[in-house]
């Protein structure tokens, strides 16, 4: 449940309904796979290097950190990826909350980092 303020509701009509409920159901009837690339980040380590020189002492930024703040910034940037379905229609959501799985002593915990396209990478790594 979204505070009624967080999101814009688009009814669904009846294209939009069976197209929905079509996705959805071939979501969960179809298997799901990993999928590993490889990736060159040495910009991006090379930034991250410059702003932890640069951060107050006891800050310190990490590539996780770094990847919530795209991640936010790309929903924004995009907002039908930054959406949820519902029976009363799509929710376009205002903000980008943004949820990291991280492994724990006996299985996951999922912090959220709210309105994270608004927060700066210091404040990301202080929540997170």
């Not at 009846?14 to 929905?20: D, K, M, N, P, S």
């Amino acid at each position: 449940v979204y505070a009624p303020d967080s999101y814009r509701l688009e009814p669904l009509d009846g294209r939009r309904r069976t197209v929905a409920k079509r996705l959805t159901q071939s979501f969960m009837q179809v298997p799901h796979f990993p999928l590993n690339v490889d990736i060159a980040l040495d910009r991006l380590l090379s930034a991250r290097k410059g702003i932890n020189e640069a951060a107050p002492e006891g800050v310190k930024i990490s590539v996780n950190d770094m990847l919530i703040k795209a991640s936010a910034m790309a929903l924004m940037a995009e907002p039908d990826c930054n959406a949820s379905y519902s029976d009363l229609g799509i929710a376009y959501h205002k903000a980008a909350h943004v949820s990291v799985a991280v492994a724990v002593e006996g299985g996951l915990i999922t912090p959220v980092i709210f309105v994270a396209e608004k927060k700066g990478l210091a404040t990301i790594a202080a929540e997170m």
